[in-house]
């Protein structure tokens, strides 16, 4: 079993929801530490709240598959070194699409 990659995985989606909570209730004022931080975020207060909202709903939405396969892949048998690697970088392939979804539309918002 792959207990410990499951966890992991499950670990950081349980993060990356509870980081984007807070995005997309619009809770996080404008700052150069937390947030969808592109250069059209600092536009105006507007702007930084559009893109902060939709860039929190999309890791949300992002996040759930990424909890799933942690879950899943728990209970499946013990996989082998290539396939690990690939598994232990998986966050990053859930986390690249909500950062080109909010890219794009931070580019849309502020256009």
Do not use: H
């Amino acid at each position: 079993m792959n207990i410990g990659m499951g966890v992991m995985l499950i670990t950081v989606a349980i993060l990356c929801i509870g980081l984007s909570i807070p995005l997309y209730l619009k809770k996080v004022k404008m700052n150069y530490f937390y947030g969808v931080r592109f250069p059209s975020s600092f536009q105006s207060e507007e702007a930084w709240y559009k893109i902060n909202k939709y860039g929190g709903l999309m890791l949300m939405i992002w996040s759930v598959p990424e909890l799933l396969f942690g879950i899943v892949l728990i209970f499946l048998p013990t996989v082998k070194e290539p396939l690990s690697v690939i598994i232990a970088f998986s966050p990053i392939l859930f986390l690249l699409p909500p950062l080109i979804q909010s890219y794009i539309y931070s580019e849309k918002v502020t256009d």
